[in-house]
């Protein structure tokens, strides 16, 4: 087997990669927002993630680490932008769209972290802010948290902690060479149920922080007294919670899965080397080519052959017999001593026929 380092893409393809980035990026901001309120909302948003998923390979392409970062500070703000779009509504926060969404970004902070190491995972889902940025810049004031500052920063600090607890939470697992598809399962079912308190408490922010709602907060002695002062809260979170801890299992699962798929398929084992940094390395397996070569004593038994008939036929003296018969000797000795194949034992066979014939001959 030859191991050799994986050629992620020729120079060409390096230097179209910072493009296909911004490109993706792009897209992701300008399309989610124009299609924030069309029929075909999901879709659309599906497959923005998708092309997300897609530009973690170009991104790898980059060589200079600072260039790296640039690129994953950029996808990671135009993938949460598109969550931002699917929770423009503070209503939407217990429905199957946004959760949905929300799952796909985060597990593409998972690929990123098995693709290339947990800081990149890091540094991509840090962007999950960019959330509460979407519905700021949309509306032009904090109405998505009724108008308070204070439960601005308290939801950005959300948003952006759930993405990195789920890479935290799975640096471990994403980490390992050997692939493990039991453990992986229950490595992401713990996390989901881990991570899910604190987003049912971004829920609650964002739904009691609402001005159009009145929840009498400063007259609630109790959490008991405030859940049945406000009944609804409690199915929109039951919904919230079933529809995340659903989505981020699948989702996830589909990250570890579809990267193990691509480098089972390419025959690709990962590894790390020296500085800690991933690798990944293909094996060929060498075929070995049928060398097709030509009989050594091919042209030896031909011209035995022409000076037995010769002979035979009384063409040749005594003379010229000798020296032949010498010469014919002499070739013999040295393919002998060069090769082991080929028609080795008709040629001395043929040599010994035509010494008798002459010395019969010349007795």
Same mark, same amino acid.
């Given at each position: 087997?030859?191991?050799?380092?994986?050629?992620?893409?020729?120079?060409?393809?390096?230097?179209?990669? =910072?493009?296909?980035?911004?490109?993706?990026?792009?897209?992701?901001?300008? *399309?989610? @927002?124009?299609?924030?309120?069309?029929?075909? %909302?999901?879709? /659309?948003?599906?497959?923005?993630?998708?092309?997300?998923?897609?530009?973690?390979?170009?991104?790898? $392409?980059?060589?200079?680490?600072?260039?790296?970062?640039?690129?994953?500070?950029?996808?990671?703000?135009?993938?949460?932008?598109?969550?931002?779009?699917?929770?423009?509504? =503070?209503?939407?926060?217990?429905?199957?769209?946004?959760?949905?969404?929300?799952? *796909?970004?985060?597990?593409?902070?998972?690929?990123?972290?098995?693709?290339?190491?947990?800081?990149?995972?890091?540094?991509?889902?840090?962007?999950?802010?960019?959330?509460?940025?979407?519905?700021? !810049?949309?509306?032009?004031?904090?109405?998505?948290?009724?108008?308070?500052?204070?439960?601005?920063?308290?939801?950005?600090?959300?948003?952006?902690?759930?993405?990195? +607890?789920?890479?935290?939470?799975?640096?471990?697992?994403?980490?390992?060479?050997?692939?493990?598809?039991?453990?992986?399962?229950?490595?992401?079912?713990?996390?989901?149920?881990?991570? +899910?308190?604190?987003?049912?408490?971004?829920?609650?922010?964002? /739904?009691?922080?609402?001005?159009?709602?009145?929840?009498?907060? =400063?007259?609630? @002695?109790? /959490?008991?007294?405030?859940? @049945?002062?406000?009944?609804?809260?409690? &199915?929109? !979170?039951?919904?919230?919670?079933?529809?995340?801890?659903?989505?981020?299992?699948?989702?996830?699962?589909?990250?570890?899965? @579809?990267? &193990? !798929?691509?480098?089972?398929?390419?025959?690709?084992?990962?590894?790390?080397?020296?500085?800690?940094?991933?690798?990944?390395?293909?094996?060929?397996?060498?075929?070995?080519?049928?060398?097709?070569?030509?009989?050594?004593?091919?042209?030896?038994?031909?011209?035995?052959?022409?000076?037995?008939?010769?002979?035979?036929?009384?063409?040749? %003296?005594?003379?010229?017999?000798?020296?032949?018969?010498?010469?014919?000797?002499?070739? $013999?000795? !040295?393919?002998?001593?060069?090769?082991?194949?080929?028609?080795?034992?008709?040629?001395?066979?043929?040599?010994?026929?035509?010494?008798?014939?002459?010395?019969?001959?010349?007795?």
């Amino acid at each position: 087997m030859e191991k050799t380092n994986v050629v992620v893409s020729d120079d060409r393809m390096q230097r179209l990669a =910072p493009g296909i980035v911004f490109l993706i990026g792009i897209m992701n901001i300008i *399309l989610s @927002s124009v299609f924030a309120q069309s029929g075909y %909302n999901f879709a /659309i948003f599906t497959g923005l993630m998708i092309l997300t998923g897609v530009s973690v390979p170009f991104i790898r $392409m980059l060589n200079v680490r600072s260039y790296k970062v640039i690129a994953y500070i950029f996808i990671g703000f135009a993938a949460y932008w598109v969550v931002g779009t699917a929770y423009n509504d =503070p209503d939407m926060f217990g429905q199957f769209l946004p959760v949905v969404i929300f799952a *796909l970004a985060n597990a593409i902070a998972i690929l990123i972290s098995i693709v290339d190491g947990r800081d990149s995972g890091y540094i991509y889902s840090s962007m999950g802010f960019t959330v509460v940025i979407y519905n700021i !810049l949309i509306q032009g004031n904090l109405d998505y948290v009724g108008g308070k500052p204070d439960m601005l920063l308290l939801v950005a600090v959300f948003w952006a902690l759930i993405p990195m +607890l789920w890479c935290y939470s799975l640096s471990e697992i994403t980490s390992r060479l050997t692939f493990n598809a039991k453990k992986r399962f229950f490595s992401t079912v713990v996390t989901g149920i881990s991570v +899910l308190p604190i987003y049912i408490l971004l829920g609650l922010v964002i /739904i009691t922080s609402q001005g159009t709602r009145i929840f009498n907060i =400063p007259s609630i @002695s109790s /959490i008991g007294q405030f859940f @049945s002062s406000n009944p609804q809260i409690i &199915e929109i !979170l039951i919904g919230a919670s079933w529809f995340y801890m659903l989505a981020h299992t699948i989702a996830v699962l589909i990250a570890f899965f @579809s990267n &193990e !798929l691509v480098l089972h398929a390419f025959k690709i084992k990962k590894a790390i080397n020296d500085e800690d940094e991933i690798i990944y390395i293909v094996e060929k397996k060498l075929v070995e080519q049928k060398i097709e070569t030509e009989d050594p004593y091919k042209n030896i038994i031909k011209e035995m052959k022409t000076f037995k008939r010769e002979f035979g036929a009384g063409k040749i %003296n005594r003379l010229v017999a000798t020296q032949t018969l010498g010469k014919i000797r002499n070739e $013999m000795d !040295l393919l002998v001593a060069k090769y082991d194949h080929g028609s080795k034992e008709s040629a001395e066979k043929l040599l010994m026929d035509i010494e008798k014939e002459i010395e019969f001959a010349f007795r």
